[in-house]
């Protein structure tokens, strides 16, 4: 069920700028940050995806070096 929030103490030039962003998209101010947050939240926090980064390497255990992952990298770039 959808909640309504209140945001207080958003700098003008902020609101200006989200304002902008929603007339270029084609959406009110109200739409626009919804989508914008709700992308957000659908997105892991850095240290949630580092958890994750964790998990798949000790249950897999791959350890690539950055030369080796560079190497594999341009070899893709190159067939």
Do not use: C, F, N
Request: hydrophobic share 40%; charged share 30%.
């Amino acid at each position: 069920m959808p909640v309504s929030m209140t945001i207080r103490d958003v700098p003008d030039e902020t609101r200006d700028e989200l304002a902008a962003r929603a007339a270029r998209a084609g959406q009110s101010l109200q739409e626009y940050v919804r989508t914008q947050l709700v992308e957000l939240a659908a997105k892991p926090s850095a240290d949630e995806l580092w958890s994750r980064v964790q998990a798949r390497v000790r249950t897999t255990g791959t350890r690539l070096s950055a030369a080796q992952i560079l190497e594999a990298r341009d070899h893709d770039r190159t067939t």
